[in-house]
């Protein structure tokens, strides 16, 4: 079955190091979306990609970097720049110029930090 | 900011209806209305999506208004397993999704 896989799952981390999380799509989705939510909060945009080899900035873009090398990876850094990293982080796809569909997105990556 | 505007929280009891609101007034004439809803713990899951007239599906309703600059998700018999947020977004939007309404089920 297609959709979007996000791993892991749960990620420790110990402050000051980077960490990258880890979203793969098999849907042949050319956009793909990485955001951050907070406890009782709603999602927030940090990076967008709409093809390969390109990605813009969102709304919480800083201490974050992305890249997008294959169309079905969008791989997502925290950097030890990100002052507060601890949060869920979705990743989610669609096809781009299809108004028709929406978003899938992935089961989620917990990141604590300590 | 979300081009979506919804209510934060809302209640309902164990088996009854629940309709739950969305404006989305500067809605263009190609925009699909998408609902979502997110589980605790899950990434946000597909519930309907409609462009003008009114859809059901397994799941829920969605009423869309006449002039199309609102819209109401419909759950027929909620249960304790519909508690959840559940997120509004226009297919042409600019990918927010805002705060969502969070929906408490009483038993």
């Known amino acids: 079955d297609g959709g979007i896989t996000q791993s892991p799952k749960y990620l420790f981390r110990k402050e000051g190091q980077n960490v990258t999380l880890s979203c793969e799509q098999n849907?042949?989705?050319?956009?793909m979306y990485w955001y951050r939510q907070d406890p009782g909060q709603g999602l927030r945009l940090i990076y967008y990609s709409q093809i390969v080899n390109d990605f813009q900035k969102g709304d919480i873009a800083e201490g974050y970097s992305v890249s997008r090398e294959k169309k079905e990876s969008f791989p997502l850094t925290v950097t030890s720049a990100q002052k507060n990293p601890t949060a869920f982080y979705l990743c989610?796809?669609?096809?781009?110029?299809?108004?028709?569909?929406?978003?899938?997105f992935g089961s989620g990556t917990r990141l604590t930090v300590v | 900011d979300a081009k979506t505007t919804q209510p934060n929280s809302m209640e309902s009891n164990e088996e009854e209806p629940v309709h739950l609101p969305c404006n989305h007034s500067t809605i263009s004439g190609t925009d699909y209305i998408h609902w979502y809803r997110q589980l605790p713990s899950q990434g946000p899951e597909y519930v309907i999506h409609g462009l003008t007239s009114n859809v059901n599906n397994r799941m829920a309703s969605l009423a869309i208004a006449e002039d199309r600059k609102s819209s109401t998700l419909i759950l027929h018999r909620a249960t304790l397993r519909d508690a959840a947020v559940y997120y509004c977004i226009l297919s042409l939007g600019d990918m927010r999704f805002g705060a969502g309404t969070r929906l408490t089920v009483k038993p």
């Open positions: 989610a796809s669609r096809p781009q110029g299809n108004i028709y569909y929406g978003y899938t």
């Open positions: 849907l042949n989705h050319d956009a």
